[in-house]
């Protein structure tokens, strides 16, 4: 049996020669991808560029839904233009208050309002200032009084002591003064603190007058884009082709709406905007709501409504819901190991993706 063996090993030395010489240079990562049972099976995908194409389609990817509620009301409109459209209106007033019937008189409520406030922060620096000062003068002649005092308890000579009660006195009297020339501030600062009061209280109570308050119900959408993504956006491993790095723009808000109807079913009705408070202020036509004050006030809720959103953690969950559905994406089509990363974070999120 031996001797057989001897045999066939002579008669095919070749055979055996090349097979040891197959495993030697695959050992030494030398031969080719295709040929090395050592190396992993290149992917059988479509090049970088075609890649990206294929994904940019995709577009915009929604991850991430946010649903609402929200209130917003006329004089947040009326605050935005006093805001970002003084000078506008300051160009045509006329037409603003044709647009908004309601906009001169607040304007000129809040003027006052805001005339007094500013008084009021002006004066409240100036008075702290100034109670910092008394304080400090009192504290200065109350340790000059003791100092006194014990000065005149311990004087033997009948001058040295009718002089300290002199001084004495005279203290006193500056003491009384300090104490009257502060109240005349302290009242001075009373009075412009009820004026401010008084003007507060009522534009407050005027914006209760004249008000239209909406109800918004709604959903916003956020996302990435992937229609910019590039070349350098997307790594592949030459080495190892089943690893894929992938930098993608952060989640934004992609889109926001309020539907006429929330819900509409046969048992079900909501309204996406829903009139919660309408108060005219008057039974003069004029003083009626436009239709830009109607229509600026649902874009106001749309607006608060993406706040609401981004508060709640909108921008948060489409990211951690991005990278799950890029790296499911990614296995989908043949790789193992993905790693994404959001353009305002260079920390690699890598995650193996088992079979």
């Keep these: ?84 459209s003084k000078d506008s209106i300051s160009m045509n007033p006329d037409a603003y208050f044709q647009e908004y019937s309601g906009l001169e008189d607040y304007m000129s409520k809040f003027s006052g309002y805001k005339n007094k406030e500013l008084e009021f922060n002006s004066a409240s620096v100036k008075y702290e200032a100034q109670l910092s ?15 006194l005092k014990d000065d005149i308890a311990m004087a033997t000579d009948g001058k040295e002591k009718k002089q300290l009660e ?48 909406y109800i918004g119900r709604g959903w916003v959408k956020a996302g990435i884009n992937l229609k910019n993504l590039t070349e350098d956006d997307i790594i592949i491993d030459e080495d190892d082709s089943v690893s894929i790095q992938i930098l993608i723009s952060d989640p934004v808000i992609l889109d926001a709406d309020i539907n006429p109807w929330f819900i509409y079913t046969d048992d079900k009705k909501v309204k996406g905007y829903e009139v919660f408070m309408a108060k005219t ?24 409504l993406k706040i609401d959103a981004l508060e709640k953690g909108l921008l948060k969950n489409a990211s951690s819901s991005a990278t799950k559905t890029l790296e499911n994406f ?26």
């Design 330 to 355: 990614f296995r989908l089509i043949g790789f193992k190991k993905v790693s994404v990363r959001f353009k305002s974070n260079t920390k690699l999120v890598v995650k193996e993706v088992s079979s």
């Design 1 to 84: 049996m031996m001797l057989k063996i001897s045999n066939f090993i002579r008669k095919y030395w070749f055979i055996f020669l090349a097979i040891g010489l197959y495993f030697l240079l695959a050992a030494l990562n030398i031969l080719p991808r295709g040929i090395n049972i050592f190396k992993k099976q290149k992917l059988v995908i479509d090049n970088t560029p075609v890649l990206i194409k294929e994904i940019k389609e995709l577009g915009e990817l929604t991850t991430c839904e946010f649903y609402g509620e929200v209130y917003a009301d006329l004089n947040e409109v009326y605050d935005d233009l006093i805001e970002n």
């Design 166 to 213: 002199t001084r004495n006195n005279v203290l006193i009297g500056n003491i009384q003064s300090e104490n009257k020339a502060f109240e005349s501030i302290k009242n001075n600062f009373k009075n412009i603190s009820n004026d401010y009061t008084e003007k507060r209280v009522d534009f407050w109570e005027s914006r209760k007058k004249r008000n239209l308050v």
């Design 133 to 147: 000062e008394h304080i400090k003068k009192l504290e200065t002649y109350k340790d000059d009084d003791k100092k």
């Design 281 to 304: 202020g008057s039974i003069l036509s004029d003083k009626n709501f436009t239709d830009k004050e109607v229509t600026q006030l649902k874009i106001k809720c749309k607006e608060k």
